[in-house]
């Protein structure tokens, strides 16, 4: 790559870092001793980064028509803690991965391996790189600079950490082999009426105004309201519609506020607005499992022609960043329900054991404070000198334990009895049925 086109994609590139979480200086190179490879090892990595960010902006551009852009969007429901530029280039090479590794990851974290020959996918990660730099000593109390006595600044050496990316390459799952995975825990609702119930519960925790469920106007199954800063969802509907239009509503709350829209500039379409809040619905559903198959996403070329880049990754982020916290504080709170459920199962089982458990409970801590008694007292008395008394005493011992044994003899032997008199008292009752 020629220097003139890293000077015409520079500005992406940070813009890259920037979704990346990682602020970037304007000038990077400004101090790069210590980077631990040289200036051309640097340069090709640029144009890497470069080559992939020219990628991005094309590919953005091509996704927004019917088919494209929901199979995109089934990219973001699978990682959705991954960056709007990182999944549009996990889409791009791969649009049928559903969980990926580096290649030493797979080994050591998962005992899995790459299969020979397999095409990995190319996408950015941070790399950042630590300097050694002077830097000027402050007063804490006057937070003005501390001088030498000849009037030079004092200063000291500190580390300071210097942001940067690279180019890296993950491999889907199946492109690997080796042992299974653990199950990633995401249940089909829509089989599962009672994790529904749970995710309707959760989605009522997190939605940033109150939803109640009643009459709605029309064929709507459920509206926002700025005004009232409330929602309401139709009665009577599927678990599933309920989920999905609950998404839908709470995305309209979030993002669409007309005063919070007017105090940060923003300026949004009746499409757009639609555009995002269903996006959003689709994402965290499909993640979820539940059926997504009535989605039809037929305007979405139209609703972005004429729009330019920025506009368009604005709000394919605003839909990334609100899908992949709604699924995030959706899968905590149910996970935090799952197991308050199992606790308070485990309490009751304690405070209201079984007859039968609570039986054999009793038997075996009489057995065991027996087994204690007897192995104290035979210690106790291993301990004392051989006496008249203690001679006495072990001659009880024997004579309570041939006691015991025929008072429990003659316990079996009245069972016995009870045993054979209750047997023939239902013989009599079954021969006098018969007659």
Not at 44 to 55: D, N
Not at 141 to 159: L, R, S, Y
């Amino acid at each position: 790559m020629s220097e003139e086109y890293m000077k015409i994609n520079g500005e992406n590139i940070w813009k890259a870092m920037e979704a990346e979480g990682i602020p970037m200086e304007q000038n990077p190179d400004k101090d790069t001793k210590n980077i631990p490879y040289n200036s051309e090892e640097r340069m090709s990595m640029k144009e890497r980064v470069s080559e992939l960010i020219g990628k991005l902006e094309d590919g953005l551009k091509e996704i927004f028509d019917s088919d494209k852009y929901k199979n995109y969007l089934n990219t973001m429901a699978k990682f959705h803690n991954y960056s709007l530029n990182n999944s549009l280039l996990i889409h791009q090479q791969k649009p049928d991965a559903t969980l990926v590794a580096g290649f030493n990851s797979w080994a050591n974290n998962f005992e899995r391996h790459v299969k020979k020959g397999e095409k990995g996918i190319k996408i950015i990660a941070p790399a950042p790189y630590t300097i050694k730099k002077e830097q000027q000593l402050i007063d804490l109390k006057t937070q003005q600079p501390i001088f030498n006595a000849d009037g030079t600044p004092k200063t000291t050496e500190v580390e300071v950490k210097i942001p940067a990316f690279k180019v890296t390459t993950v491999f889907d799952v199946s492109q690997t082999y080796g042992k299974e995975l653990p199950t990633l825990g995401v249940n089909e609702l829509s089989q599962n009426v009672d994790r529904a119930k749970d995710f309707i519960e959760s989605l009522k925790k997190i939605s940033p105004v109150p939803i109640e469920f009643g009459e709605t106007k029309g064929e709507s199954k459920g509206f926002y309201s700025p005004t009232d800063q409330s929602i309401t969802i139709k009665e009577g509907m599927s678990d599933a519609q309920t989920i999905k239009t609950m998404v839908h509503e709470i995305s309209h709350a979030k993002l669409h506020n007309p005063e919070q829209m007017k105090e940060e500039g923003q300026q949004k379409s009746h499409g757009t607005i639609e555009m995002e809040a269903e996006s959003v619905a689709y994402i965290v559903c499909q993640h979820f499992g539940i059926d997504t198959s009535d989605y039809s996403f037929g305007y979405i070329a139209g609703w972005s022609e004429g729009k330019g880049p920025e506009e368009l990754r604005d709000s394919m982020q605003t839909i990334r960043d609100t899908a992949g916290e709604m699924i995030n504080r959706v899968a905590g709170s149910m996970r935090a329900m799952e197991h308050a459920r199992e606790n308070a199962l485990d309490e009751n089982q304690i405070a209201n054991p079984d007859p039968v458990s609570k039986g054999e409970l009793s038997v075996a801590e009489s057995k065991e404070d027996k087994a204690s008694d007897t192995k104290s007292s035979e210690k106790a008395d291993a301990d004392r000198p051989a006496t008249k008394e203690t001679v006495k005493k072990d001659a009880s011992k024997e004579e309570r334990k041939s006691l015991k044994a025929k008072l429990s003899e003659k316990k079996k032997e009245v069972a016995k009895e009870k045993k054979d008199m209750t047997l023939t008292k239902e013989q009599n009752k079954v021969k006098g049925g018969a007659r």
